[in-house]
């Protein structure tokens, strides 16, 4: 079965910065990895994904997949505080129906 | 754009009580979902449907039930509430239709207190 795992568990940041997220996953034959972020009393909202090797920029974020290493990571540049959050990692394997999340990071920016 | 739509927001019940969760959704979705999520635990899928009057069983279906008797509409039933069970749980859609890969939209999620 699928393993995802995030790191760090937490992070906080101030205003500005530029943050990076880890997830690891246990599926070389994993399809599509998503990126979604949660905030406080709401459903995830899926932000960004990834199907092939090599990266993807979407505004200010950005996504890198390596295959090979079992690794993503996503890097959100000028870090807001209102990018404070849970941000969720989700791998999708063999199955259409059935994505795989992580335990989350917890985002804080500080003003 | 579309909403999903839960309903209670939170729900209360006795040790023991059957409780009903209900969901819908107006993006016209062929697939729906339900997920548990625990503090500390990732999402962990229930039950999902890929049409009307299909279903699915995740990972954690045991104690539960669902029912998808409409298209826009996917309800979750615990059979006998147990206070380990207190988490949030969510409802979510997708296109699907056999593409790899297609975004979930999730709802705001209903709590489940048991007394």
């Known amino acids: 079965q699928e393993k995802v795992q995030q790191s760090p568990e937490s992070l906080i940041v101030p205003e500005g910065a530029m943050v990076s997220l880890n997830c690891s996953f246990s599926d070389s034959a994993s399809q599509s990895i998503w990126w979604y972020q949660q905030h406080p009393g709401k459903g995830p909202k899926a932000l960004i994904s990834i199907f092939s090797n090599g990266n993807k920029k979407e505004g200010r974020l950005t996504v890198y997949l390596n295959r090979a290493s079992l690794h993503v990571s996503l890097h959100i540049k000028d870090s807001q505080p209102s990018d404070s959050a849970v941000y969720l990692c989700?791998?999708?394997?063999?199955?259409?129906?059935?994505?795989?999340f992580g335990k989350g990071t917890l985002l804080t920016v500080t003003p | 754009g579309g909403i999903i739509t839960q309903t209670p927001k939170f729900l209360i019940g006795q040790e023991g009580q059957k409780l009903t969760l209900k969901c819908q959704q107006n993006?016209?979705?062929?697939?729906m979902y339900w997920y548990r999520q625990d503090s500390g635990k990732g999402l962990r899928l229930i039950y999902y449907?890929?049409?009307?009057?299909?279903?699915q069983k995740g990972d954690l279906s045991e104690g539960y039930d669902a029912s998808r008797e409409k298209k826009s509409s996917f309800s979750l039933t615990v059979t006998s509430a147990q206070k380990n069970e207190m988490a949030v749980f969510l409802c979510?859609?997708?296109?699907?239709?056999?593409?790899?890969?297609?975004?979930?939209?999730f709802g705001e999620g209903s709590r489940l207190i048991v007394v």
């Open positions: 989700a791998v999708s394997g063999g199955s259409n129906y059935k994505l795989t």
């Open positions: 449907s890929i049409t009307e009057n299909d279903l």
């Open positions: 979510a859609s997708s296109i699907d239709r056999g593409l790899t890969g297609n975004t979930l939209y």
């Open positions: 993006f016209n979705h062929d697939t």
